[in-house]
């Protein structure tokens, strides 16, 4: 069977810097029908597990810290009995809704994965939190980027452990060599494309 990408979204909320908000998550499950790969841990086992349904799951790949996106993590992986990933850059962030919980194994810019046959790279896209991670599928054409970038241009950089400067510049460098056909699933809201975001970038803040 020839692999895919399946998609829900969950709804919980988001907190940080002593604020709370009220947020949708994408879920999005990479695999064919016999394997598959997580990506983040969002507000609803119950949500994740049935996009999964009767999959091997090989890995949670956690692409940043925030709570919205690991919160259910460890429920998770002892649900699906798969391993939790993520790059260590973002441990304090991790603690901060875990403590000394630890994680099973982490992720480094260059990683390569096989799922259901298909060839993976963690791409370290940092700014939006230290160790945001992205993941590239050039056989699927797409690149799941959490919360580096949507729909519209960078990532929230206004809070905690986040650099402007910083995403301007792994999206820049990292994300929009890229081809410009590459589809772009995000953390939250509609999937979009790199070339669209390379254009609307050249119109703002890409210099």
Known sequence: MSARIDHAVSSGTFSLDGETFEVDNNIWVLGDDEQCVVFDAPHSVAAVRELVGDRECVGILLTHAHDDHVRMAPELSQALEAPMLLNPDDAELWKLTHGDLPLDDDVADGDEFTIAGVDMVAIATPGHSPGS??????????????????????????????????????????LFTLPPETVVHTGHGPSTTIGAELERARGDWLS
Do not use: K, M, N, Q
Request: proline share 5%; aromatic share 8%; charged share 25%.
């Open 133 to 174: 991670t992205c993941y590239h599928v050039p056989e699927l054409g797409l690149v799941l980027t959490g919360d580096t970038l949507f729909e519209g241009g960078p990532g929230a950089t206004g809070r905690s452990f986040s650099s402007r400067e910083t995403i301007e510049a792994s999206i820049r460098d990292r």
